[in-house]
C-alpha cells in the first residue's frame, strides 16, 4: 500500500534519516514539514538527492496551515519527531517544553482525528522512565512503571496518554509509540569501502555523550567531561543503550505496515545491551584513533545510573532486526560525520 505521509521535524536528527529510508526503500510519498529551528535546509537538500519530496517550513502552531497539508495531501500517516529535546533546558524553561512537545502534539491529533488520518508513530522517550532504582536483568520493558524526573519525559509522557485517551474513543485512529533510547550514530552510506554518512546529528547545542566525544575527536572541542566515575556500576560511570539512528529509523518504516494490521501498541526502541560512558569514549577513541582529554567531574543531576531496554516486544511483535549493534559503528559514523560534514551544513 502506498500512503501519504507527513513527516514533522523531518529536517532534524532522527526525522531526517527516517525520511531517508522512506526514500530509499519504499514508494510512500513524502511531505516534511518544520519550522528549522533545529533542523537544517542542507539535510532537506542531501535528502532531495535520493528523491524528491515536498517540503514545508512551518511551524505546528500554525495550525490552519497544518490542516490545509493534511487536506491538499491527503495525508493517512503521520510521523511525529518534531519537539524539543535537551533535559537541562526542559528544566529551566519547562513551559517551552510544554508547549512545544505536549501542545503542539495534542493540537496535531485533534487535527489529525478532524481530517480522519488513521495512523500515528510518535516519538517518545526512555525518559518517561525516570531514574530506575534497580533495573530488572533483562532491561526495562513497556510495563516498567513511567515515572518522568524532568519536563521533558513529563512532556513525552503526557503526549503519550493524549494519544493514547484519543484513540480509544476513535476506531478508525491508531498509533505506535516509540520510547527511543540513547540514539546515537549516523547514516550507513559506503561509498567504495569508506563509510561516508550523508546526514548526521548537526545540531549546534548537542549534549549526547557520543556527539561530544566525536566533536573531541575531531578537535572541534579540546576535552570532554564524565559526569561521576562513583556509581555503583562496573566501572563507575553510568549505563546506557546506545541505538544506531538508522536502526530506529528502520523501526519507523515497519510501523507503517504494522499498523495496517494490528492494533495501536507502545515499543521501546533499544538493543538491550548495556555500555558505560568509559567504554563509549574507549570505543570512540579506538575507532578513530584519537586521543583527547576526558576530565572527571561531578555528577549531572537527575541522571539515571542505569538505563537499558528490554526490546522483546519489538522484536517479536513488529519482527525488526537490528543491522547495527555494534557501539564501535555507531562511534565511527559519528566520527565520520561529524569530520567530514557537520562543519559545513549550518
Ligand atoms: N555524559 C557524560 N559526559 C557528557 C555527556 C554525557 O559523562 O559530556 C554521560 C551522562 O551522564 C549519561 C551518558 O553519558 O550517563 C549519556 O548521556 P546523554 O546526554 O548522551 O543521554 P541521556 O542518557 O542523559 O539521555
Known amino acids: 500500500m502506498k500512503n501519504n505521509i507527513l513527516v ?52 505546528l502552531k500554525e495550525l490552519d496551515k497544518v490542516k490545509s497539508i493534511l487536506k491538499d495531501n491527503n495525508i493517512d500517516t503521520i510521523m511525529h519527531f518534531a519537539a524539543k529535546i535537551i533535559v537541562p533546558e526542559s528544566i529551566k524553561n519547562p513551559i517551552d517544553y510544554y508547549i512545544n512537545n505536549t501542545v503542539n502534539t495534542i493540537n496535531l491529533i485533534k487535527i489529525a482525528v478532524d481530517m480522519k488520518v488513521k495512523k500515528i508513530i510518535f516519538s517518545s522517550s526512555a525518559a ?118 538508522d536502526d530506529l529509523a528502520d523501526a519507523h518504516i515497519k510501523a507503517i505496515d504494522y499498523l495496517n494490521n494490528n492494533s495501536s501498541d507502545i515499543f521501546n526502541v533499544g538493543y538491550s545491551n548495556g555500555f558505560s560512558v568509559k567504554e563509549a569514549i574507549s570505543s570512540m577513541k579506538k575507532v578513530t584513533k584519537e586521543d583527547f582529554k576526558v576530565n572527571i567531574s561531578s555528577r549531572r543531576a537527575g541522571d539515571p545510573v542505569n538505563v537499558v531496554s528490554n526490546n522483546t516486544k519489538i522484536k517479536n511483535k513488529m519482527g525488526w532486526t537490528p543491522k547495527y549493534n555494534d557501539l564501535d559503528l555507531i562511534c565511527k559514523s559519528s566520527y565520520e560525520w561529524e569530520k567530514r560534514y557537520a562543519s559545513k551544513t549550518i
Open 128 to 245: 518517561v522512565y525516570g531514574e530506575p532504582d534497580k533495573i530488572p536483568e533483562d532491561g526495562i520493558d513497556e510495563n516498567f512503571q513511567t515515572n518522568p524526573i524532568n519536563p521533558y519525559g513529563m512532556s513525552k509522557l503526557m503526549s503519550e496518554n493524549i494519544i493514547k485517551d484519543v484513540a480509544t474513543v476513535n476506531d478508525d485512529f491508531k498509533y505506535v509509540i516509540f520510547r527511543y533510547f540513547n540514539v546515537a550514530g549516523a547514516d550507513i552510506n559506503y561509498v567504495g569501502n569508506n563509510l561516508t554518512p550523508r546526514i548526521g546529528q548537526s545540531f549546534p547545542n548537542a549534549t549526547n555523550l557520543i556527539k561530544i566525544a566525536s566533536l573531541c575527536a575531531t578537535k572541534k572541542i579540546e576535552k570532554m567531561d564524565i559526569f561521576g566515575d562513583d556509581y555503583d556500576t562496573f566501572d563507575g560511570t553510568q549505563i546506557r543503550d546506545y541505538i544506531h539512528v
Open 8 to 59: 514533522t521535524g523531518g529536517a532534524g536528527y532522527i526525522g531526517s534519516h527516517a525520511v531517508k529510508q522512506l526514500l530509499e526503500t519504499t514508494k510512500h510519498n513524502i511531505i516534511i514539514v518544520d519550522n528549522l529551528s533545529t533542523g537544517n535546509l542542507k539535510t532537506i537538500k542531501t535528502l532531495k538527492l535520493i528523491r524528491d519530496f515536498k517540503f514545508i517550513k512551518l511551524d
